[in-house]
């Protein structure tokens, strides 16, 4: 069974960092995407970043490039999201999820395409 746990998230004031952890089981880094998302209140989950497990590529939203940055550790299983310079539009709930790359537009970063989910963590940000 594939699945996804979220940790890190927290309250954070604007400008300062957080890493994201997703550990995942039940599948080998071999040829998965690993997506990461987020849901504000009262809008649409929208894609943030992606790295590809086959060739370490990754891939980001316009409006967190240069501030988050996506990696894999596959001793430890797990995909983290280094969040800087964070700002109070960030705050929302982050999920990773899971997905066949051959399956899936990996730069899409649509969230509808991937199967596997996890539970969500909260990031605030304060101004």
């Known amino acids: 069974e594939i699945q996804l746990v979220e940790s890190g998230g927290g309250l954070v004031q604007a400008g300062g960092s957080l890493r994201l952890s997703c550990a995942v089981s039940?599948?080998?880094?071999?040829?998965?995407?690993i997506g990461w998302f987020r849901q504000a209140p009262g809008k649409e989950r929208e894609g943030v970043s992606c790295?590809?497990?086959?060739?370490?590529?990754?891939f980001y939203a316009d409006s967190v490039k240069g501030r988050f940055t996506v990696s894999i550790d596959s001793a430890k299983n797990r995909v983290y999201l280094q969040m800087n310079n964070l700002k109070p539009e960030d705050t929302a709930v982050y999920f990773c999820a899971a997905a066949k790359e051959d399956f899936i537009t990996v730069a899409a970063l649509e969230a509808y395409e991937y199967p596997y989910w996890g539970q969500g963590t909260q990031v605030t940000v304060s101004s």
């Open positions: 039940g599948f080998t880094f071999d040829d998965y995407a």
């Open positions: 790295i590809c497990s086959s060739d370490g590529a990754t």
